[in-house]
């Protein structure tokens, strides 16, 4: 089982690519910095910890197995990351700043430190035979470098329970937008998969030193669950932005397709469609639409017939619809009424200028009540059996 390590780095440069623009813009808010922090030191683990870039490494700089402290500090400076993110995500833009700043100096310094106890380790270790991908078993009971695997270990996997306890607890928070919701699911699942790399690393080392080879361990299966870990995390950070933004164009295309009716039933007066452009945006197409609509409404408002709009108002309620349904289907009688009056109208005719208001805003709903002749014919038969008795009683 072996996945390469430059999948989860292009997801991950993704991930950030899709952030950079609000990281840049908003550069002042710390929570984004962090988050730019965190996707930029992930994007470099998976650069300089696939097996061609560390034997590049080290020999580029002939010191063997030198790109070991520097993976070490890399993973270190992203388990910092994820604590960051945390402490900043926690306490927003509340009136816990000073705590937040002594959080993070913490966080820093602690950290920090440990990349500084990593170098020097590394330096007093004796470690000649270069290790592409066992060098963590292969060292295993090896002086100073032994301490340095297990305190870049213990730094990540401490990191790492903390922030997947934290995350696995804000999702159950109230409230959250569900593309939010989903994106705390992913980057919890990648969470606590990190906890297997770390698992998986440990027990292969614990192994050597009890006289057992489970190298495998260490050579398969924690580079490919932080692989799978990683893809979560940036998929985390990815589905909130993506999915709000397909969102958004799926509402606009669906509210474009809703006025096709009205439109359509528009154009038989207008005697054209709107202006279409096939570059446009589809928040400009839509635009474009409900003006064509409108301005076409405001046309017939001379022939639109108030009283109608009443007698098919109670109809639609006599016939079991809710209020707001009634309203729209007596709308697109009234429409409907004028487009047919209109065809057979004088240049100069109509009753006069007559309120649209109501219909310029309740276009969307208009248009999908077209959709059912079956209940406006209805509406409109009982409107009319009104008018006769009304008629016949004055």
């Known amino acids: 089982m072996y996945i390469s390590f430059w999948l989860p780095g292009i997801v991950l440069t993704a991930a950030l ?17 962090a988050v730019g ?14 097996p061609g870039t560390i034997a590049w490494t080290n020999r580029v700089t002939g010191v063997p197995n030198i790109a070991a402290p520097l993976v070490y500090s890399l993973i270190t400076a992203l388990s910092a990351s994820w604590l960051l993110l945390v402490v ?5 833009h509340t009136d816990r700043r000073e705590q937040t700043r002594r959080a993070t100096r913490r966080v820093v310094s602690v950290y920090a430190a440990v990349v500084v106890a990593l170098w020097v380790l590394f330096a007093l270790a004796d470690v000649p035979v270069e290790q592409v991908r066992n060098l963590d078993t292969y060292y295993a009971s090896t002086p100073f470098m032994r301490e340095e695997i297990l305190l870049y270990l213990l730094a990540h996997t401490v990191a790492c329970t903390i922030t997947t306890r934290l995350v696995w607890n804000w999702i159950r928070t109230e409230g959250l937008d569900a593309w939010l919701r989903w994106g705390l699911r992913f980057l919890a699942i990648g969470y606590a998969t990190n ?29 490919s669950a932080a692989c799978i870990a990683a893809t979560f995390v940036a998929i985390g950070f990815i589905v909130p932005h993506a999915g709000q933004y397909f969102h958004d164009r799926w509402l606009v295309r669906r509210q474009h397709r809703g006025l096709k009716p009205l439109a359509q039933l528009m154009r038989t007066v207008a005697g054209g469609r709107e202006p279409l452009a096939l570059r446009a945006t589809a928040e400009m197409r ?66 006069g200028e007559t309120d649209t208001s109501y219909l310029l805003q309740e276009i969307q709903a208009v248009s999908e009540v077209l959709r059912h002749p079956d ?20």
């Not at 930029?40 to 300089?48: G, K, N």
């Not at 900043?88 to 927003?92: F, I």
């Not at 209940?375 to 004055?394: D, G, L, P």
């Open 286 to 351: 839509l635009i474009r639409r409900e003006t064509y609509i409108r301005d076409t409404l405001l046309q017939q408002s001379r022939f639109l017939d108030e009283n109608l709009r009443g007698r098919a108002y109670d109809a639609a309620l006599a016939l079991g619809h809710e209020p707001g349904r009634a309203q729209s289907l007596a709308a697109a009688v009234t429409i409907l009424e004028a487009v047919e009056n209109g065809r057979h109208a004088p240049a100069d005719g109509g009753t």
């Open 17 to 33: 690519v899709i952030k950079l623009p609000s990281i840049l813009k908003l550069w002042r808010d710390p929570l984004l910095r």
């Open 88 to 92: 900043h995500w926690r306490n927003g």
């Open 37 to 50: 922090g965190l996707l930029l030191f992930a994007c470099a683990v998976f650069a300089f910890a696939a």
């Open 195 to 223: 906890l297997l790399f770390s698992a998986a690393k440990l027990t292969a080392v614990v192994a050597r030193w009890t006289g057992h080879d489970l190298d495998w361990l260490n050579a398969n299966i924690a580079p």
């Open 375 to 394: 209940e406006i014919t209805a509406v409109r038969t009982r409107a009319a059996v009104q008018a006769e008795s009304m008629s016949t009683h004055e």
